[in-house]
């Protein structure tokens, strides 16, 4: 029996292979074939269960996995890392602040779909995990991802969504830096009727940003879509059941979102949020769009986002290449208004983005050179375009959020992306304090206030 007969019996049993393609792998490469040239062999395959023939049979996921487990004599948990019930795991999509986005092939519906797996075993987790399953399955809307099915397999929970091809927007900026200003304006359109429609259901998204929208062609063009409705808070329990709503109705003081798009009354706690809120983020989302990469506040810690977010105005687009209309401007300012009461509604919104659309070629642009202000009609000239806002110190009389302990080899994990922090008492502001922008000179100027505090004492004793 050759040594790699196992892995192929193994690959035949997940329905990675059919077992005429693993004897015509076998005959074609003979007895001595080592690893990596049955599985050279296997890629140039088609899989049996595409429609299409330029599927390949082995993708680099599953090839890295067989790699690890055969270097590791563990081949028997290949079926544990790709096969889960009726799926076979065929790709990593990405990673969420609560779950793991997997590609896989529905052997039951013979369909491709995407499959959100929990990530940690927590019962906060857990909750907002079931959670977020049953508000999807609330939703029908061709701007927001199909929720499937929900299944329980191997004591963890898998949330299965309707599978979209496409970059999420935030690889699609990474990709082509600042996008034109049309389609940026299209995108930010599909995003608009999607909130409509979960704003009529009572339903905040609470994580609007561009990680979480992905763009898919289509024959009229390209179009977006809504994702991970993980943090998504229900505000009518009536229309859910109550186990939908418990997590969203006892978070309490917690802030619940992505640092550089959570709106300013966001960062007062989860209560506090409206449907407002999800405007804010968009407008951070489009923002970072047109300049090719760059939210509107850039900090380097979570008391200086709190307090930009909060407290200082938001900055204007810069003149930039392709040119922006004047009046595209003047609507992010809308967006981005610290009063909720101020931003528009997603139907006001999509009316006048559409008005803009219209204006095309015809639409007041910002020159090179020029900033704009919303107020004055004609643009201000000026020597050089303003730069994006540096967030300043926060204030001494705010009230600064604690970090919820975290294990010590991951201490700043808060800080790079969706986290929940609670907000409370003196003992909040001495770790902000320590933790914030200027970490030495805090430290240096409270020892040499101890040191006063002790000369003085001596001096005093003495005398």
């Given at each position: 029996?050759?040594?790699?007969?196992?892995?192929?019996?193994?690959?035949?049993?997940?329905?990675?292979?059919?077992?005429?393609?693993?004897?015509?792998?076998?005959?074609?490469?003979?007895?001595?074939?080592?690893?990596?040239?049955?599985?050279?062999?296997?890629?140039?395959?088609s899989?049996?269960?595409?429609?299409?023939?330029?599927?390949?049979a082995?993708?680099?996921?599953?090839?890295?996995?067989?790699?690890?487990?055969?270097?590791?004599?563990?081949?028997?948990?290949?079926?544990?890392?790709?096969?889960?019930?009726?799926?076979?795991?065929?790709?990593?999509?990405?990673?969420?602040?609560?779950?793991?986005?997997?590609?896989?092939?529905?052997?039951?519906?013979?369909?491709?779909?995407?499959?959100?797996?929990?990530?940690?075993?927590?019962?906060?987790?857990?909750?907002?995990?079931?959670?977020?399953?049953?508000?999807?399955?609330?939703?029908?809307?061709?701007?927001?991802?199909?929720?499937?099915?929900?299944?329980?397999?191997?004591?963890?929970?898998?949330?299965?969504?309707?599978?979209?091809?496409?970059?999420?927007?935030?690889?699609?900026?990474?990709?082509?830096?600042?996008?034109?200003?049309?389609?940026?304006?299209?995108w930010?359109?599909?995003?608009?009727?999607?909130?409509?429609?979960?704003?009529?259901?009572?339903?905040?998204?609470?994580?609007?940003?561009?990680?979480?929208?992905?763009?898919?062609?289509?024959?009229?063009?390209?179009?977006?879509?809504?994702?991970?409705?993980?943090?998504?808070?229900?505000?009518?329990?009536?229309?859910?059941?109550?186990?939908?709503?418990?997590?969203?109705?006892?978070?309490?003081?917690a802030?619940?979102g992505?640092?550089?798009?959570?709106?300013?009354?966001?960062?007062?706690?989860?209560?506090?949020?409206?449907?407002?809120?999800?405007?804010?983020?968009?407008?951070?989302?489009?923002?970072?769009?047109?300049t090719?990469?760059?939210?509107?506040?850039?900090?380097?810690?979570?008391?200086?986002?709190?307090?930009?977010?909060?407290?200082?105005?938001?900055?204007?687009?810069?003149?930039?290449?392709?040119?922006?209309?004047?009046?595209?401007?003047?609507?992010?300012?809308?967006?981005?208004?610290?009063n909720?009461?101020?931003?528009?509604?997603?139907?006001?919104?999509?009316?006048?983005?559409?008005?803009?659309?219209?204006?095309?070629?015809?639409?007041?642009?910002?020159?090179?050179?020029?900033?704009f202000?919303?107020?004055?009609?004609?643009?201000?000239?000026?020597?050089?375009?303003?730069?994006?806002?540096?967030?300043p110190?926060?204030?001494?009389?705010?009230?600064?959020?604690?970090?919820?302990?975290?294990p010590?080899?991951?201490?700043?994990?808060?800080?790079?992306?969706?986290?929940?922090?609670?907000?409370?008492?003196?003992?909040?502001?001495?770790?902000?304090?320590?933790?914030?922008?200027?970490?030495?000179?805090?430290?240096?100027l409270?020892?040499?206030?101890?040191?006063?505090?002790?000369?003085?004492?001596?001096?005093?004793?003495?005398?």
């Amino acid at each position: 029996m050759h040594p790699l007969d196992p892995l192929g019996e193994l690959l035949v049993r997940i329905q990675l292979l059919r077992e005429e393609q693993w004897q015509q792998t076998r005959q074609n490469l003979g007895a001595d074939a080592d690893l990596d040239a049955v599985l050279g062999r296997i890629g140039q395959l088609s899989a049996w269960w595409a429609c299409r023939g330029s599927t390949p049979a082995l993708t680099d996921y599953q090839r890295k996995w067989i790699k690890r487990l055969f270097g590791q004599n563990r081949i028997s948990r290949l079926k544990k890392a790709l096969r889960w019930d009726n799926y076979l795991i065929l790709d990593e999509l990405g990673e969420g602040g609560m779950g793991v986005v997997f590609k896989a092939w529905d052997f039951s519906e013979g369909r491709l779909v995407a499959i959100k797996r929990i990530k940690g075993g927590s019962a906060e987790t857990y909750r907002r995990f079931r959670r977020e399953a049953r508000i999807q399955k609330h939703l029908s809307h061709p701007r927001i991802a199909r929720f499937l099915k929900l299944v329980r397999y191997n004591g963890t929970t898998l949330l299965v969504l309707e599978y979209i091809k496409g970059k999420t927007l935030s690889q699609e900026v990474k990709a082509r830096g600042p996008i034109p200003w049309q389609e940026a304006v299209r995108w930010t359109m599909d995003v608009l009727r999607a909130l409509e429609y979960v704003h009529r259901r009572k339903i905040i998204h609470r994580d609007l940003k561009p990680s979480n929208i992905i763009l898919q062609k289509q024959p009229t063009g390209v179009s977006a879509k809504l994702l991970d409705l993980g943090l998504a808070k229900c505000l009518d329990p009536s229309s859910m059941t109550p186990a939908t709503t418990k997590d969203a109705l006892t978070v309490g003081d917690a802030l619940l979102g992505t640092f550089e798009y959570m709106a300013p009354e966001q960062w007062r706690g989860a209560e506090e949020v409206l449907p407002a809120s999800d405007i804010y983020s968009l407008g951070c989302t489009l923002f970072f769009a047109l300049t090719g990469g760059r939210p509107p506040f850039v900090a380097n810690s979570l008391v200086a986002y709190c307090n930009a977010h909060t407290n200082t105005p938001p900055p204007r687009l810069p003149a930039s290449q392709p040119p922006v209309p004047e009046s595209l401007n003047s609507l992010l300012q809308q967006m981005l208004s610290k009063n909720p009461a101020k931003r528009r509604s997603p139907a006001e919104l999509l009316k006048q983005f559409g008005s803009l659309l219209r204006m095309g070629s015809d639409a007041r642009v910002i020159p090179e050179g020029a900033s704009f202000d919303p107020v004055c009609s004609p643009p201000v000239r000026c020597r050089q375009s303003p730069p994006l806002h540096q967030t300043p110190e926060p204030k001494r009389q705010m009230s600064f959020p604690a970090i919820l302990p975290v294990p010590a080899d991951d201490r700043f994990a808060p800080f790079a992306r969706s986290s929940v922090v609670k907000v409370s008492g003196p003992r909040a502001f001495w770790r902000a304090f320590l933790l914030s922008h200027g970490l030495f000179s805090r430290v240096f100027l409270l020892l040499l206030v101890v040191l006063v505090i002790v000369g003085v004492l001596v001096l005093f004793f003495h005398s």
